[in-house]
């Protein structure tokens, strides 16, 4: 993506204050998590759709002039179906509306700082692992999709990538790896070892099992891993 961004969000409102807010909340949010994005306003729906392409994230309001939010989130269907909309309204009769273009989910005006946050989470929540990690398999280059990383190994000058059916080869350090992976995904238990807590099988005294492979973990990294895992499987287990 352009300039690196994990993702563009956008607000659309034919109200500019309300842009204004809309966005500021949603920036406000946003900073307090590790993701590196963007945030677009716009005060039509028509202005929208010229550069919805590369969004991800739609905050739309339902009642515009020329073309309203559900005949805009249509249009979005059409031309970028894996967008995540999130409809912003007032009147609980535009939800069964709002269904039909497949709304991720709804904040109410006036708007609610906790409700907004809500819907935002849930949305990273989806996104999560859908970054890729590029690495070699026969001299070939593959993206991988982080979500499908069991775990990377620490070579003499390289890193090796497993997924489940192949090894795969990087000359990305494995601090520079550690750096730039989901951090609600990954854990680095050993300085050998980054794993995707996703996949553990078995935790022991010490130790994790993945794909039936045993790998320890760091005892000064132990009560680190712990809390880490624990928040993991409380969100996502």
């Not at 709304?103 to 929540?125: C, G, H, M, Y």
């Not at 090796?160 to 238990?189: C, G, H, Q, W, Y």
């Amino acid at each position: 993506m352009e300039q690196n961004f994990d993702f563009v969000a956008a607000v659309c409102d034919d109200e500019r204050d309300i842009v204004e807010l809309l966005a500021q909340t949603v920036d406000d949010i946003l900073k307090e998590t590790q993701k590196k994005y963007e945030i677009r306003r716009f005060c039509s729906g028509k202005e929208l759709l010229e550069q919805v392409r590369d969004i991800q994230l739609v905050f739309l309001d339902i009642e515009m002039p020329e073309i309203d939010g559900i005949d805009t989130g249509s249009k979005i269907r059409e031309i970028n179906p894996d967008c995540t909309i999130i409809m912003a309204t007032g009147r609980e009769d535009c939800y069964k509306e709002a269904f039909k273009i497949n709304a991720f989910r709804f904040v109410t005006k006036p708007f609610d700082k906790k409700e907004i946050s809500e819907a935002i989470q849930a949305f990273l929540d989806s996104f999560r692992g859908e970054n890729t990690v590029e690495a070699f398999y026969n001299r070939k280059l593959y993206k991988i999709k982080e979500k499908n990383i069991l775990y990377i190994s620490a070579m003499d000058s390289y890193s090796e990538i497993v997924v489940s059916d192949r090894v795969l080869r990087t000359n990305e350090s494995m601090a520079n790896l550690e750096k730039n992976l989901d951090p609600s995904l990954f854990f680095r238990i050993h300085k050998q070892y980054i794993i995707n807590m996703s996949f553990i099988e078995k935790i022991r005294n010490g130790y994790v099992i993945i794909n039936g492979k045993k790998f320890n973990v760091s005892r000064r990294k132990k009560t680190e891993f712990e809390a880490k895992y624990l928040e993991h499987q409380m969100k996502y287990g």
